[in-house]
């Protein structure tokens, strides 16, 4: 693995770019509540962890449909993790890479990512999808940008940045089972996500 690449892109995400997508993005999670309430219509799970959760939005709504005190999320931005304490301090957090967290094997029911995965290099994006595997107790849900090859998209004129692929069937390399898929169209939200929901096997 290239772990020049991954310093790259974390260092990229870390600092003023990551900082300005953190003033470009700010929400409340009110409008992403549907999408958590048809994941949780689908599994059962009592405790999530967010990889790349940003200023929260995901996490916002999940705390309004679990308790605030069952969620949490890691984030390679301080800033982004800094306006997620003020908006809702309760929340738990951590300044972490995605390819190492800080976390005990399966303490987490539910670990996701929406937009996340398609920012990791090529080199590092199999021990990102390991940690999160590892981490989950059962489920893993994926959210985030379909092509049946793995194909890049050039991103605000930073090369190697964004890579569309089906992030399902890598899972499915790790023995997970997917549940169910539904495409996001474009809208105030969301981007053209394709959301799995993916099981690990017994
Ligand atoms: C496009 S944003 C998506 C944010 C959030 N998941 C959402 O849907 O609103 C990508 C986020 O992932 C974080 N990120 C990117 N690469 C990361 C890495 N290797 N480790 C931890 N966080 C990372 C960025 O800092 C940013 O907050």
Redo the contacts with the bound molecule.
């Keep these: 693995m290239s772990g020049d690449e991954a310093q790259r ?2 260092s990229l ?1 870390g600092g003023d770019f ?1 900082d300005e ?1 953190v003033k470009r ?1 700010f ?1 409340d999670g009110s409008a992403r509540v549907p999408l958590w309430q048809w994941v949780l219509d689908t599994i059962e799970a009592k405790t999530v962890l ?5 200023v929260g ?2 996490l916002r709504a999940l705390a309004t449909l679990l308790g605030v005190e069952n969620v949490a999320g ?4 301080a800033s ?1 993790l800094a306006a997620l304490k003020e908006a809702e301090p309760r929340i738990r957090t951590e300044l972490t ?3 190492e967290l800080p976390f005990a094997d399966g303490e987490f029911d539910l670990v996701f ?4 995965l398609i ?2 290099p090529q080199e590092t994006l199999p021990d ?1 999808m390991d940690e999160i595997v590892r981490v989950s107790g059962r489920y893993v849900v994926c959210g985030e940008y379909f092509a049946e090859a793995t194909e890049e998209v050039h991103y605000r004129g930073h090369e190697g940045a964004l890579f569309r692929a089906d992030f399902g069937a890598l899972y499915a390399e790790r023995g997970l089972k997917e549940l169910d898929r539904k495409f996001f169209p474009q809208d105030a939200v969301w981007d053209d996500l394709t959301v799995w929901i993916l099981e690990k096997s017994a």
């Design positions: 892109l974390e995400w990551g997508y993005n929400d967010e990889v790349g959760c940003n939005g995901n890691v984030d390679i931005n982004a890479p995605a390819k990512t929406t937009g996340v920012h990791q990102v």
